[in-house]
């Protein structure tokens, strides 16, 4: 069965440290990997995808398929970094399977 | 261009009503997705449709359902209300299949009282 395990429901780091937000997940075969910010009040958006391989908004996120791991990693987080972030994968479906999503607090 | 639309925003019912809510994708999207989005169960994937015809289907009860028309604009209907059905219903949209980089609107607020 396709699934995404996030298994942090909230994470809270203090203005420049290093932030990771850890996803995990499973299904038979190579799905591709996303991650999707949500700011508050603010519609779901595209984060980053790891067929691309950019770094947005300082944000990176490496593919461990031995692990079948997605974490996002930030190495100094920023208080407008503060937002509900959600891990998801998409096979040959097409449609997008999301984890339950970690909040991150960024305190100043 | 602009975004997705979804209409209305708030939506408030009693049970065993129905209900249609409405997406605009971006102006050349032809995919459209729609998801449940609860706090107890997260975001969950309804339907999808391509070409006026649903593509992909969620593990929803037959009460859920929707349709595409041919200008990509999307409905998706809940008929016979329960109150768990009470959720923000996000609709996505994508330029075409297979392109799962997908641009979500601002959701439908549904409450089932």
């Known amino acids: 069965a396709q699934r995404v395990t996030q298994p942090e429901k909230l994470l809270s780091v203090f203005k420049g440290a290093p932030v990771e937000l850890k996803c995990n997940y499973s299904?038979?075969?190579?799905?591709?990997l996303f991650w999707y910010v949500q700011y508050s009040r603010q519609r779901l958006q595209l984060l980053l995808r790891h067929i691309s391989r950019e770094s947005i908004k300082g944000f990176t996120a490496d593919l461990n398929k031995g692990e079948t791991s997605f974490h996002l990693k930030k190495p100094f987080a920023q208080e407008e970094d503060s937002a509900m972030y959600y891990c998801?994968?998409?096979?040959?479906?097409?449609?997008?399977?999301f984890g339950t999503g970690t909040r991150l607090q960024v305190f100043p | 261009k602009a975004g997705v639309t979804q209409t209305p925003r708030y939506l408030i019912k009693t049970r065993g009503q129905q209900v249609t809510l409405s997406c605009s994708p971006i102006?050349?999207?032809?995919?459209v997705s729609w998801y449940q989005q609860t706090p107890g169960q997260g975001l969950q994937f309804l339907f999808e449709y391509f070409s006026e015809t649903q593509r992909n289907k969620g593990n929803f009860p037959g009460r859920f359902s929707g349709r595409q028309f041919s200008n990509s604009r999307s409905e998706m209907n809940v008929s016979t209300l329960e109150l768990g059905d009470s959720a923000l219903y996000l609709c996505?949209?994508?330029?075409?299949?297979?392109?799962?980089?997908?641009?979500f609107g601002p959701g439908t607020r549904l409450t089932v009282t």
């Open positions: 102006s050349g999207h032809r995919s």
């Open positions: 996505a949209s994508s330029l075409d299949r297979g392109v799962v980089e997908q641009y």
């Open positions: 998801a994968i998409a096979g040959n479906t097409d449609k997008l399977i």
């Open positions: 299904y038979s075969g190579s799905p591709e």
